[in-house]
């Protein structure tokens, strides 16, 4: 069962850093210098470290988004966002990511 959540993350991961990117390079083309960020802390809800690490650079992938710090516990990451008004559709996008992963690992 893990390796078909592994392929449905893949596949789901790749759509959105596809689709994501195309958002970014239309802001480009129109101009926008990205003056709407804004800092969040996403709580993370993986036990191990290694998978929290993953989950930190797999945002940081994600065109829009840069993950910025981990705390010590291992729990919460400090992420950039390019515009404030994507802040609820990160949300939902890395919790299913994070959903994913979980089962996929």
Known sequence: MKPLY???FFIYYAF???ESGLAIAMQVVKGSRGEDGMLIEYQSTLKKGWRVVLLFNLIS???GSM???IDSENN???VHLLNRS????FLKVTGKIE???SKAL
């Open 6 to 8: 592994f392929i449905y």
């Open 16 to 18: 959105k850093v596809t």
């Open 61 to 63: 992938m994600t065109p």
């Open 67 to 69: 993950s910025i710090d």
């Open 76 to 78: 919460k990451i400090l």
């Open 99 to 101: 959903s994913l992963l």
């Open 86 to 89: 994507d802040h609820a559709d």
